[in-house]
């Protein structure tokens, strides 16, 4: 029996830096008649036997994701794949090796990416498959467009008004100085002796990369942790904001900052918001610089040590680039007095273009929903009832394993101290004010509900058309 898909789940990882994007996706999705679930992509994977058959809008499409994909696909779920961290990578053979397998791309039955370049990288890797690749652009980089700028005009005033005049410092070391020590690319060994053993991030990386990889990146946090103290002293009239990746481990900046007057280590909000507020940005192969460039503030990417190919260098392209302190004070000196942001060259122009879509036009949101309806439109068959079974039984039995055991595995990634560190949760009130919003930037979205579905998941929909009652003709 062929069904049409007619709701969207659309999971969120990292809090603070997806949910926004991902609400204007579910926003414009319930405005074209689906039934969205949006909510912690933990809870949402516990509960996904319990969804009504529609599409999963994954962040990614990793080995470790094959499992669930299978059992989406025997329920009945269709699987749409937006690699969130598609952008951004050191190579063509890192990325293939740490973001996508052959099982889990013949999961997915549509492919979103970032822009062009992005489109080509998985196209290669598909070669022979039909699996269709779309060049939809992000929606973390509609927020970023003009129409959208007043989203986060009240975040942004709430920032300057209690900060003032602050650098942001936005970092990037979960690989070296993750949440969880298992959790970097290198873990000590267990045995006396012998070598360094590939801890969660380097699983599926060749040894002789991952322990490079260590290496470069270690170097870098250690200069970013001197660089700190170097600006407070030149910068007299600034704060410093120190930015950490969700999945860093944030002591060893609380250490840095701790005997300085005017730094905070700080990690709460939609980092536009921050960006907006801040009078420039320093980082090192960081998505922000990209967004930073969107939003022509000064960018500047700080690079004391560089190594091929272990640099990130569309981040750092996009920006200023620095490669010693006294050269990184110039620049910054020069960002507060010049607007170093705001005329990028046009060798960065033509790059930014390759690598990004949607920055005019149709937003990425709608280009998303719009091959979603015409994946929909197509229709797909229902899984057989014995495989449905199997499908909810192997929801249950993961769920059970995850909630009940490897939660309480030190320094697993289910532990819930991890999780809230990534989701920390937003209420049905704290949704519909993030819509109106988003509604009144766009003058769309008016009508849509917003109601609880399960802990940390609701559900948005449109509101029934009213029905005007029978008149009725008394004599």
């Known amino acids: 029996m062929t069904q049409q898909p007619r709701s969207l789940i659309v999971p969120v990882e990292n809090q603070v830096r997806e949910l926004d994007p991902k609400l204007l996706v579910a926003c414009a999705a319930a405005e074209r008649g689906f039934r969205v679930f949006l909510g912690s992509r933990t809870r949402i994977d516990f509960r996904i036997a319990s969804f009504p058959r529609g599409f999963y809008l994954a962040k990614g499409m990793t080995p470790k994701s094959a499992k669930m994909f ?66 939809t652009g992000n ?76 290496a470069h990146k270690s170097a870098l946090f250690d200069h970013f942790r001197a660089m700190i103290p170097a600006l407070h002293s030149a910068f007299p009239g600034h704060r410093l904001i120190v930015r950490p990746h969700p999945s860093e481990n944030r002591a060893p900046w609380q250490a840095v900052v701790s005997d300085l007057e005017r730094a905070d280590v700080i990690h709460e909000g939609n980092v536009i918001a921050w960006l907006e507020a801040s009078s420039a940005l320093i980082h090192n192969g960081c998505t922000t610089g990209i967004e930073a460039f969107c939003l022509g503030k000064p960018a500047i990417a700080y690079r004391p040590v560089s190594r091929d190919p272990f640099d990130l260098e569309l981040p750092n392209s996009l ?36 690598h990004i879509s949607a920055h005019d036009g149709a937003f990425a949101a709608d280009r998303i929903v719009d091959a979603l309806v015409e994946r929909a439109a197509l229709g797909s068959p229902l899984p057989p009832a014995t495989l449905r079974l199997r499908g909810r039984l192997a929801a249950t039995t993961r769920s059970l394993v995850k909630r009940h055991i ?25 949704l519909e004010e993030r819509i109106a919003r988003l509604g009144a930037c766009l003058n769309r979205f008016e009508g849509l509900r917003v109601r609880p579905f399960a802990e940390h998941i609701h559900e948005i929909q449109a509101a029934p058309p ?5 008149a009725h003709n008394f004599v």
């Open 319 to 354: 920006s200023r680039q620095c490669f010693d302190l006294d050269t990184l004070s110039e620049a910054v000196a020069s960002a507060l007095d010049e607007d170093l942001g705001a005329h990028p060259n046009e060798a960065q122009r033509q790059l930014f273009e390759q």
């Open 466 to 470: 009213a029905v005007n009652p029978p």
């Open 70 to 135: 299978r059992i989406m696909r025997r329920i009945g779920h269709e699987i749409a794949a937006l690699d969130e961290e598609g952008l951004v990578y050191h190579s063509a053979s890192e990325y293939y090796a740490r973001r996508v397998s052959d099982e889990t791309l013949q999961l997915v039955t549509t492919l979103f990416a970032w822009g062009d370049a992005g489109a080509e990288l998985l196209r290669d890797r598909l070669a022979g498959s039909t699996t269709p690749v779309r060049v």
């Open 139 to 214: 929606p973390r980089i509609d927020l970023l467009r003009p129409e959208l700028r007043g989203y986060f005009a009240e975040d942004t005033a709430r920032i300057r008004a209690r900060h003032g005049p602050f650098l942001l410092i936005n970092t990037n070391f979960g690989k070296v100085n993750a949440y969880f020590p298992k959790m970097n690319l290198l873990v000590p060994a267990t045995r006396p002796g012998q070598p360094a053993e590939l801890g969660a991030a380097g699983i599926g990386l060749p040894r002789e990369f991952a322990e490079g990889l260590a």
């Open 406 to 430: 490897k939660a309480r595995i030190p320094q697993h990634r289910n532990n819930p101290t991890y999780q809230r560190n990534r989701y920390q949760g937003v209420s049905e009130h704290e």
